[in-house]
Nanobody
Framework: QVQLVESGGGMAQAGGSLRLSCKAS????????LGWYRQTPGGERELVAA???????QYGDSVRGRFSILRDNTKNTVVLQMSRLMPADTAVYYC???????????????WGQGTQVTVSS
């Protein structure tokens, strides 16, 4: 089985910083993408940032230039560093893993439990 364990999150003031961490364990193929999504109540789940194996990142338009993502492939962990936070960043953040064997085109998708991030003005 694949397990995603999240840590970090909490409360911050506008302009502040927070860090989220996620550790993946289990059977993970070398072709994979590990990252973070977020969702507000009644809203759609949207991409925050993700990074391919080994180290190619991608960012959502609303966070590019403020957030950074980094993964440690020896530990199967990914860290999201959030800076210059805004109230609009308030959401539940979910760790995500997409993985597949390289000879197939079908991806397997896994999710963490979610962690709350609240930014006050």
């Amino acid at each position: 089985q694949v397990q995603l364990v999240e840590s970090g999150g909490g409360m911050a003031q506008a302009g502040g910083s927070l860090r989220l961490s996620c550790k993946a364990s289990g059977s993970i193929f070398s072709t994979n993408v590990l990252g973070w999504y977020r969702q507000t109540p009644g809203g759609e789940r949207e991409l925050v940032a993700a990074v391919t194996y080994p180290n190619i990142p991608q960012y959502g338009d609303s966070v590019r230039g403020r957030f950074s993502i980094l993964r440690d492939n020896t530990k199967n962990t990914v860290v999201l560093q959030m800076s210059r936070l805004m109230p609009a960043d308030t959401a539940v953040y979910y760790c995500n893993l997409k993985t597949r064997p390289r000879w197939l085109q079908t991806w397997n998708d896994y999710w963490g439990q979610g962690t709350q991030v609240t930014v006050s003005s």
